[in-house]
């Protein structure tokens, strides 16, 4: 009998112990004119695997050891990519959901930890294949027959009851930015292809998520926010340039993904990822790395052109963790025109000869950077055109996709053959000749 019991005892011990299945508790569908996010309330951290497909066009999402509580809501009819959500069991263990489509779309999955409101989740973001190539930073032209303006919002800082610093003389940091934006704006929109955004058209206060959130309603592809310094010391002068802090980048970074969906009015349906090795955890779909890079591109350009018209304060751009350069998808820096507490420079600041060269430095920085990182889409764009190569590519697939001629492609660049390398970045000739 003893014998039997321990045979008993041992045999259950053998059997291997299940696990409890995760419970799928709700997906909720947030569409949005450029995305749509899928959220899975899960009641625990999920393992899961994510599989575009075609003809017809779907995702599928297979999560392991987990059930769904309710048959999954389905999308709207304004909902640009998500057609249906079905579920099923594809072992007795697994659920798989998938996602139909209307169209062809890039996908991105990740994971959210418990916050205040929520508790585990799966998000999955599906948007087009032009912000994809948007996200990665490739300046291609996939859309020939239709092309946009750069657009490029000058933010007058301060405003209302908010006047900033004040000169010697009485002069209002809120009024001379706003002057000096409005020529900005002006030499801007007289340029092809480029259009100016002010965020402050008058003397009002907006805060700093305003400023920020006006800049995406309008799409802006660079925020620039327009200041003019002071000091107690009345003798110190020269214009600076500052970008995000990586400080400042990761606590904003962090706050993001802290309030996650309750950010939505802030993020703009822009996803969150986890990247433990560049700022502090977070990226978003539009990188809020490619975003720095950008954002020290620029204001490297702009700091030049302004040594080029006067002092400027410091040696090289500065970095500073300012609000309104938090923006994580949009390239911004900060300008610091003058030192308004300097007497000779609060008089330049009112000058309008001066503020036109202020003007006319700064568009001479953003022309530069545009014409070397043209966005996609954009009639600049259209103009030059460039490809970077990857791997696979070869000269001819690169003239077929962009209907050019091989040759057109050689004389272009500059080639004396067909080789090319992985990261070189082709011009491509304007027009199809191929």
Same mark, same amino acid.
């Given at each position: ?31 949005? %004119?450029?995305? #749509? !996010?899928?959220?899975? &309330? $899960? ?9 575009? +497909? ?23 009819? $304004? ?8 579920? =099923? ?16 779309? $890039? ?11 929520? =508790?585990?989740?799966? $998000? ?6 032009? *912000? ?13 027959? #239709? ?22 003389? =009485? ?6 930015? +706003? ?20 965020? !402050? ?19 802006? &592809? ?26 400042g980048a990761s ?7 802290a309030e996650s ?5 802030? @993020? ?16 978003? &779909? +539009? ?19 302004? *040594?080029?018209?006067? *002092? ?15 923006? %994580?998808?949009?390239?911004? @820096?900060?300008?610091? #025109?003058?030192?308004?507490s300097n007497p ?52 001819? #697939?690169?003239?077929?996709?962009? !209907? ?18 992985? =990261?070189?970045? +082709? ?5 199809? &000749?191929?």
């Amino acid at each position: 009998m003893r014998i039997l019991l321990g045979f008993l005892v041992l045999s259950c011990l053998a059997l291997p112990v299940m696990a409890t299945p995760v419970q799928l508790e709700n997906i909720r569908v947030w569409a949005a %004119p450029d995305n #749509t !996010r899928i959220v899975f &309330d $899960v009641s625990g951290p999920v393992t899961h695997s994510l599989e575009a +497909l075609a003809h017809p066009d779907r995702v599928v999402v297979d999560i392991r050891n987990a059930r769904l509580n309710k048959d999954p809501v389905q999308p709207g009819a $304004v909902d640009k990519y998500l057609q249906g959500i079905r579920s =099923g069991m594809i072992n007795q263990d697994d659920l798989r959901v998938v996602l139909d489509l209307k169209q062809h779309v $890039v996908s991105k999955s990740f994971l959210l930890p418990p916050n205040q409101q929520y =508790g585990h989740r799966l $998000v999955i973001d599906l948007f087009d294949e032009a *912000k994809n190539e948007q996200v990665q930073a490739v300046s291609i032209n996939r859309s020939p027959g #239709t092309s946009r303006d750069v657009v490029i919002a000058i933010d007058a800082g301060h405003g209302g009851d908010d006047p900033g610093a004040r000169g010697p003389s =009485g002069v209002h940091e809120k009024d001379v930015v +706003l002057q000096i934006s409005k020529v900005i704006a002006d030499m801007i929109n007289k340029e092809r292809g480029m259009r100016a955004v002010l965020i !402050r058209e008058g003397d009002y206060f907006l805060s700093l998520r305003q400023r920020i959130n006006k800049a995406r309603e309008h799409k802006a &592809d660079l925020f620039i926010s327009v200041h003019a310094d002071a000091f107690k010391d009345p003798r110190v002068s020269g214009s600076s340039v500052y970008i995000l802090s990586n400080k400042g980048a990761s606590s904003e970074a962090a706050r993001i993904l802290a309030e996650s969906e309750n950010a939505s009015d802030l @993020i703009g349906g822009v996803s969150l990822d986890i990247n433990d090795d560049v700022l502090a955890s977070v990226l978003l &779909d +539009l990188s809020q790395t490619a975003s720095l890079e950008a954002s020290i591109d620029v204001a490297d350009r702009v700091f030049t052109a302004l *040594k080029k018209i006067g *002092k400027v304060h410091t040696r090289r751009v500065q970095s500073a963790g300012f609000a309104v350069l938090k923006s %994580p998808d949009i390239p911004s @820096i900060l300008i610091e #025109t003058a030192y308004i507490s300097n007497p000779a420079e609060e008089k330049n600041l009112r000058n309008r000869d001066h503020q036109y060269k202020l003007a006319e430095a700064i568009q001479s920085g953003l022309r530069g950077y545009f014409i070397e990182h043209t966005p996609e889409g954009t009639t600049l764009a259209l103009a030059e055109r460039k490809h970077v190569i990857s791997r696979g590519d070869t000269l001819s #697939t690169i003239a077929q996709y962009y !209907r050019v001629s091989m040759q057109s492609l050689r004389v272009h660049n500059g080639l004396k053959g067909d080789h090319i390398r992985v =990261g070189q970045v +082709l011009a491509i000739p304007g027009g199809g &000749d191929g």
